[in-house]
């Protein structure tokens, strides 16, 4: 692995116990917890097998592996954002 695998893979196991933590505390429910643990896990799965997403990446044509991985963030936030959204409406009604 290299530097940036493990720094990635470390950063995500933090996450991960942030997350556990809130839901111990119950200062979340674990409905919207879900979609928070899938982002780390996704994180630790890239980090250990960079080669399919590299080759994903390619095949569309991005440039770049960091740049695909920026439009998986991004798209992986907007759908976060998107059920928070329906959340709160379905609380204000």
């Known amino acids: 692995m290299t ?7 470390i950063a995500a196991l933090i996450l991960l116990i ?6 111990r505390r119950n200062s979340m429910s674990i409905k919207s917890s879900i979609a928070w643990l899938l982002l780390p896990l996704t994180f630790i799965i890239i980090a250990i097998f960079p080669e399919p997403l590299e080759q994903l990446a390619h095949t569309l044509g991005f440039e770049t592996l960091s740049n695909f991985i920026f439009l998986i963030i991004i798209a992986l936030l907007l759908i976060i954002c998107f059920f928070l959204t329906a959340t709160i409406s379905r609380q204000g009604n």
């Not at 530097?3 to 893979?9: A, D, K, L, R």
């Not at 942030?18 to 839901?23: A, D």
């Open 18 to 23: 942030l997350i556990f933590f809130s839901l």
């Open 3 to 9: 530097s940036i695998q493990i720094e990635v893979s």
